[in-house]
Nanobody, 116 residues
């Protein structure tokens, strides 16, 4: 079974930066699209960023220009570089891949808290 493990979350002041990592237990990163989602307390889960197996990326409007998703296939790892952080970025961030309709993998989540 595929496992995804996020790391890199923490407490940062507004305007600062964090880099989240998502390490997979297989070559899923190379062969499938990978996603970052986030969920703030009392709010709906939001798709933040996507990277395809071909390297194409897409971002939510709320983070466009500030966040960058990337991957390292040799390390089976996906990253989310977060710059110019705002208090509204505070959320639990989840790594995700859905390679098929019967396979949907999620990490445990990592907390990002941005102070004002």
């Amino acid at each position: 079974q595929v496992q995804l493990v996020e790391s890199g979350g923490g407490l940062v002041q507004a305007g600062g930066s964090l880099r989240l990592s998502c390490q997979a237990s297989s070559w899923i990163v190379r062969f499938n699209a990978m996603n970052w989602h986030r969920q703030a307390p009392g709010k709906q889960r939001e798709l933040v960023a996507t990277i395809t197996s071909g390297g194409s990326t897409n971002y939510a409007d709320s983070v466009k220009g500030r966040f960058t998703i990337s991957r390292d296939n040799a390390k089976n790892t996906v990253y989310l570089q977060m710059n110019s952080l705002k208090p509204e970025d505070t959320a639990v961030y989840y790594c995700n891949s859905r390679p098929s309709s019967i396979s949907d993998y999620w990490g445990q989540g990592t907390q990002v808290t941005v102070s004002s």
